[in-house]
């Protein structure tokens, strides 16, 4: 019962190096959801893919970019890391329609980005 | 735009007591979902109860249960008999049906004491 897995689990860059988080459910899911989570702040929404072939920005889309790579699938990219991307990336999924129970969200278990 | 606040910043109380975090939220919609998430030290977010904002009927799950006041837009959670694995960061979170996106309060840390 894997669920959303992540990885890495952990990363340190230099500022202006780039890097790919990896995430990927095996749930069957129609949606999935990059967030940030900064300290005492709630989670953010970085982007998003309500479905296979479509993204959307969120709160916080600057300085990244994704990739829907198949239905399983959802990659977060950092082009140029800088200093105020340090933080810890969530990635979630959801099966998404009218009802509640669609609408949950599951989340992976996080990555802490520190960018130098 | 929608906002959700969590006023209480950090609580703590004795192992089998009963706790209550609060939730505030702002919405001019009508129809919309309620979330309580709990993050313990392993970073893991993890789905505690969910409500439904039509539904009258507060949720239970075991020894969480919420206070859905529509009107007031307060959705606060009760933690009964509380017990040390509950130690945890509780998240409140908001979402309007199809908008995919979940609005987040700044969270509770919540500690229970042996």
């Known amino acids: 019962n894997a669920g959303v897995t992540q990885t890495p689990k952990f990363q340190v860059l230099k500022t202006g190096q780039s890097m790919t988080l990896q995430c990927a459910q095996d749930m069957n899911h129609n949606s999935m959801y990059w967030y940030r989570q900064d300290p005492g702040m709630g989670l953010r929404l970085i982007y998003y893919?309500?479905?296979?072939?479509?993204?959307d920005k969120g709160e916080v889309p600057n300085g990244y970019n994704v990739s829907r790579l198949n239905k399983r699938e959802f990659s977060l990219r950092l082009e140029s890391a800088a200093p105020s991307q340090t933080s810890v990336y969530f990635c979630a999924s959801s099966e998404a329609g009218t009802l509640l129970g669609k609408n949950i969200q599951y989340f992976g278990a996080g990555t802490r980005l520190s960018v130098l | 735009a929608q906002t959700v606040t969590q006023s209480q910043p950090e609580m703590s109380v004795q192992e089998a007591e009963t706790v209550t975090l609060s939730c505030t939220y702002d919405?001019?919609?009508?129809?919309?979902?309620l979330f309580w998430y709990k993050q313990p030290p392993s970073r893991q977010m993890i789905l505690v109860i969910r409500q439904e904002a039509y539904k009258q009927q507060n949720a239970t799950e075991n020894r969480f249960s919420v206070n859905f006041q529509k009107a007031a837009k307060s959705f606060s959670l009760k933690i009964s008999d509380s017990q040390l694995g509950d130690t945890a960061m509780y998240f409140c979170?908001?979402?309007?049906?199809?908008?995919?996106?979940?609005?987040w309060g700044a969270g509770t840390k919540l500690i229970i004491k042996p």
């Open positions: 979170a908001f979402m309007r049906p199809l908008s995919y996106q979940l609005i």
């Open positions: 893919s309500a479905s296979e072939g479509t993204t």
């Open positions: 919405t001019s919609e009508n129809n919309y979902y």
